[in-house]
Each structure stands twice: as C-alpha cells, then as structure tokens.
C-alpha cells in the first residue's frame, strides 16, 4: 500500500520556466511532509518542508503547496535551472506518533537547455 | 560541516554471505534510520534507533539486524545474503524533537550480491 505517490516518474521542464512536482498522500495522519533531492549515487538532500498547519512554504526558487482536505502537495521551482535535474522525492511523516518517514517512488525532473 | 558518514560505499558479496555496513550519524544527532533503495525503486524504511535503542521497525527482513552503539554510530549486519539485497542502503540521522523532522542522510552504501 503506497501510502505516499508521486504519479509521474519523470518531468522534462525547460530552463527558466516553472517546474512542478506532485505528491499525493492516503494516510490523513500525516502532519509532516518535506522534498528531497537526489543526485546519482549520492544520498537524498533535504530541500523543503511543510506542516500541515500550514499551506504555503517558501525558499528561495522552491514553494511548496500543500491542500489537505484533497491529500496533495506539489513543489515548484521558479526559475527551473540546469543543476535542478535531479530526481525529487516527496516525504510525510507523523510527527506526533512516530518519527517513521515514508518516501514516494520520486519524480525524475529534466531541465532542458 | 561534518555529514553523515557510511563505510563502505561499495561492497561486492557472493550469496549467502554476510555483510555489514556501518553509519556514523552528525554529531550529537540521537536518532539513526537505515533505508534501502533497490534498482528504480523508491527508498524503504528498515528500521530505526533513538538513543541506543530500536525505535521503529519497517521491511527489514530477519535476516538482518542493526543496532546503535555507545558513540551514536550504527551497523547494519545481513546475513544469508540474496539476490534480492543488491540495493544502495542509506543511512540517515537526526535529533529526536528538534521540530525540523529533517533527515540528514549518508551517501550510501551500494551492496552488490553476485
């Protein structure tokens, strides 16, 4: 049972524009949710996260959205820059009843020149 | 900044051997996790420790166990090594209740079984 989806397994943006990643979750207990990066061979990088008292996280380029009521959050990078290829991973845990971080199958992002 | 450290990065093994892999979390960080991610597959959880002690239990079979040490650093011990184990294990750490719930993880470790 995946409780955590990311539907699309790679997503070819060009450089400059939006990209935006998508994550859908099932489990309503999930309090937590955060992105990872993740380069070849190397391991995941922590990106963003967002509590889910919240429905709008931003860092620089990244934003993350999150709409509980339809179980889904989506990162976006502005502007999408070539060391943006990466493979994407969205993240939710329960905070408050175990620390257990489950991972979606990720998401292979292109950016094209 | 120190990260989180895993040896080795790569170990080849023939079936039914055994193998271990070892993480030396950040400094002062309490909480280890080991996840195993298989070809084109999305990392799973194995299992995790706070303080010593296993917190979390995940898809880690009985052939394998873990356990952390006095000085936070954690080995992953498999035995009867299959096929299926040829995976990159990643280790992780962070500080229990520190309200950020960020992983810092390792680079991993890439088991080969022949």
């Known amino acids: 049972d995946q409780q955590v989806k990311q539907n699309s397994p790679s997503l070819s943006v060009q450089e400059g524009r939006i990209s935006i990643l998508n994550c859908d979750y099932t489990?309503?207990?999930?309090?937590?949710f955060l992105w990872y990066k993740k380069y070849p061979a190397e391991g995941p990088t922590f990106l963003i996260s967002?509590?889910?008292?919240?429905d709008k996280n931003e860092d620089g380029r990244f934003t993350v959205f999150l709409n509980k009521s339809a179980k889904h959050l989506s990162l976006h990078i502005v502007p999408s820059q070539p060391g943006d290829s990466a493979v994407y991973f969205c993240a939710a845990s329960a905070v408050n009843r175990d620390d257990k971080i489950i991972f979606g199958k990720g998401t292979r992002l292109h950016i094209l020149p | 900044a120190a990260g989180v450290i895993q040896s080795p990065r790569h170990l080849i093994k023939e079936k039914r051997e055994t193998a271990t892999l070892k993480c030396y979390p950040i400094?002062?960080?309490?909480?280890v996790y080991w996840y195993q991610q298989g070809p084109g597959q999305d990392p799973q959880f194995l299992i995790s420790?706070?303080?010593?002690?296993?917190?979390d239990k995940g898809s880690i079979p009985d052939r394998f166990s873990a356990q952390q040490f006095s000085d936070y650093h954690s080995e992953l011990n498999m035995s009867s090594l299959e096929l299926g184990d040829s995976a990159l294990y990643f280790c992780?750490?962070?500080?229990?209740?520190?309200?950020?719930?960020?992983?810092?993880f390792g680079e991993g470790s890439r088991l080969t079984v022949l």
């Open positions: 400094p002062r960080h309490d909480t």
């Open positions: 420790f706070y303080e010593k002690m296993q917190s």
């Open positions: 489990n309503s207990m999930f309090d937590y």
């Open positions: 992780a750490s962070t500080v229990r209740g520190g309200g950020a719930g960020e992983l810092f």
């Open positions: 967002i509590s889910s008292i919240k």
